[in-house]
């Protein structure tokens, strides 16, 4: 008999096929009445596969009693209560460092994307105006400009090396100092102040909600851009939807949002803006890799009572 997994959220075909092979899989979202679920299978499952945006909620979690495994798609977790889980010894697993290219990317897709106005640019000649008008307006380069960094992690350094490309002048921000040839700040608002891009990429959660005040963004200022891949909560959206407007901020690239998928409308009609629907990851190159390390970590389970990438919180739980 195969042991019995809580599909949370959809998932690839590929992840399906794999995770059917070697479970029972019940799909969360073809269950229309939770309490009749939970009372009939809640004991059976073993297993959670899900991903970073719809996470695990804690009243589900407190009704699976024989839960010893939450695989997540995605690195960041803070939709799962990790500390909570390792306290009942259940493992959770994220997919780490398979996706620091493509959100390195994304960032610095952005930074170019704004800098350059690309969509404004893009829209001009659609709606003929390259003949109508002439040449578009000038735009900023970003080579040689002076980037900080929130969160220096696997994806932060990675942005780093890649904005070496450009010449840019790096500095970060971040609770240890690290041994690393980029300038640190202690202080996050005395960074915002110095440099011309600010981006984030800290994980999301209560920790880091709102880091990024109007303090900050008006340290940045009215030449300076934002660009955030890390998640909506860590800036604080109404301080900087209001900056925008005022042109207290420059500029925003914008991946993440705090109430995904709504984005707030007044931002729609900035050309000084670029917003991307959270696909920091979405590569099918990369989505294969996630998935198949959020495989890895479930059938690891099942078959050596281990995983291959457990979060921090559960890394004591390793063996050995
Ligand atoms: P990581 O390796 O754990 O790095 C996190 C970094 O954030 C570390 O440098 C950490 O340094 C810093 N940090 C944590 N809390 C902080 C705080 N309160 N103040 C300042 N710095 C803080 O994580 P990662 O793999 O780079 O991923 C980062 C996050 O990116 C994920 O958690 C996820 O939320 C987001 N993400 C988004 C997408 C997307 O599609 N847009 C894709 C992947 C990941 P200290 O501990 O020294 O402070
Ligand atoms: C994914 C992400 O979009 O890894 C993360 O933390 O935010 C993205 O890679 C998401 O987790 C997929 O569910």
Redesign the pocket.
């Known amino acids: 008999m195969k042991p019995d997994l809580l599909l949370i959220g959809g998932t690839t075909p590929r992840v399906m096929e794999a995770i059917e092979e070697r479970f029972t899989v019940h799909e969360g979202r073809k269950v229309e009445d939770w309490d009749a679920f939970l009372k009939d299978k809640g004991e059976d499952i073993i297993a959670v596969a899900t ?3 719809d996470g695990l909620k804690p009243e589900i979690m407190d009704r699976l009693p024989n839960l010893k495994v939450i695989s997540c ?4 977790y803070d939709a799962v209560d990790a500390r909570k889980a390792a306290e009942r010894g259940i493992f959770v697993t994220h ?1 780490p460092n398979v ?1 620091n290219a493509d959100v390195a990317n994304t960032a610095i897709l952005l930074m170019l994307a704004v800098s350059r106005r690309v969509i404004r640019d893009d829209s001009y000649v659609r709606a003929g105006k390259w003949t109508g008008f002439g040449a578009a307006p000038l735009t900023h380069s970003i080579e040689g400009k002076k980037v900080g960094i929130l969160g220096l992690g696997r994806i932060g350094e990675t942005i780093a090396q890649k904005l070496q490309a450009f010449d840019c002048d790096v500095a970060y921000h971040t609770r240890n100092k690290r041994d690393v040839p980029y300038r640190y700040y202690a202080d996050l608002a005395e960074m915002a102040k110095d440099v011309d891009y600010l981006i984030v990429i800290t994980p999301g959660g209560a920790a880091t909600k709102h880091l990024v005040n109007r303090e900050v963004i008006e340290a940045l200022g009215p030449e300076g851009t934002l660009i955030n891949v890390a998640r909506g909560t860590v800036v604080d959206e109404k301080e900087l939807v209001s900056a925008l407007l005022d042109g207290r901020l420059g500029a925003a690239g914008l991946d993440v949002f705090e109430e995904e998928p709504n984005v707030p409308e007044a931002l729609f009609p900035l050309d000084n803006v670029v917003l991307l629907p ?1 696909v ?3 590569t099918i190159e990369t989505r294969r890799a996630m998935g198949d390390l959020t495989v890895e970590n479930l059938v690891r389970y099942i078959d050596e009572q281990t995983v291959t990438t457990p979060v921090p919180e559960c890394q004591h739980l390793l063996k050995g």
């Open positions: 991903n970073g945006h798609f995605g690195v960041g997919t996706l959270h920091g990851s979405a």
